[in-house]
């Protein structure tokens, strides 16, 4: 499956926007779809992730409560919506798919085969 991430841009502290990862090639519907981020000079870091069985969400302790992970399997996309956005979000937003992983390994950035190019989010203060 290719993976195109799009929707970033620049926002003000305070403001949202919305990611879309676009799946073509295949459905990924049945796939563990997950949102990582990489800051210069930072490691890559994983923000959200919907795992394949029964839609089961997850986030990182630093987006809780204002990031939402969320699937359109007729459109074969995957979203994040990002509310009350802060500076430390800045960072290039990346999407993964995988079919096979487990549960355990939904944070790792090495268990997803299938990767976006990244869009840039930049929040300003």
């Known amino acids: 499956v290719q993976l195109q991430a799009s929707g970033g841009g620049l926002v003000q502290a305070g403001g949202s926007l919305r990611l879309s990862c676009a799946g073509s090639?295949?459905?990924?519907?049945?796939?563990?779809v997950a949102w990582f981020r990489q800051a210069p000079g930072k490691e890559r870091e994983f923000v959200a992730g919907?795992?394949?069985?029964?839609?089961?969400?997850s986030y990182a302790d630093s987006v809780k409560g204002r990031f939402t992970i969320s699937r359109d399997s007729a459109k074969n996309t995957v979203y994040l919506r990002m509310n009350r956005l802060k500076p430390e979000d800045t960072a290039v937003y990346y999407c993964?798919?995988?079919?096979?992983?487990?549960?355990?390994?939904?944070?790792?950035?090495?268990?997803?085969?299938?990767w976006g190019q990244g869009t840039q989010v930049t929040v300003s203060s």
């Open positions: 993964a798919a995988d079919s096979t992983l487990i549960l355990s390994s939904l944070t790792s950035a090495k268990a997803y085969d299938y």
């Open positions: 090639g295949r459905t990924f519907s049945r796939d563990t």
């Open positions: 919907i795992f394949r069985t029964y839609g089961r969400a």
